[in-house]
């Protein structure tokens, strides 16, 4: 599995249909369907693979969303 950025991420979640609901320093929180989801944002460093993992499961996404 290939790393993204948590900047793309967001972006990608976005697209999705999830919605900004809050920035608390680096964390953005996206809201959908009553679930919450915090990613990380910290310029264009790649998250780690099991926090992608652990995001992409609570949002519903598979490896083939991330292209």
């Known amino acids: 599995m290939k790393s993204?950025?948590?900047k793309k991420l967001a972006e990608i979640?976005?697209?999705r249909g999830?919605?900004?609901v809050r920035i608390k320093g680096s964390?953005?929180?996206y809201r959908k369907d009553g679930v919450t989801i915090s990613i990380p944002i910290h310029s264009n460093?790649?998250?780690k693979i099991g926090l992608l993992k652990s995001i992409?499961?609570?949002a519903?996404?598979?490896e083939n969303d991330l292209l």
């Open 4 to 6: 993204v950025s948590g």
């Open 13 to 15: 979640l976005r697209k």
């Open 18 to 20: 999830w919605q900004l």
């Open 27 to 29: 964390h953005h929180q």
């Open 45 to 47: 460093i790649d998250l």
């Open 56 to 58: 992409m499961k609570q």
């Open 60 to 62: 519903n996404l598979r």
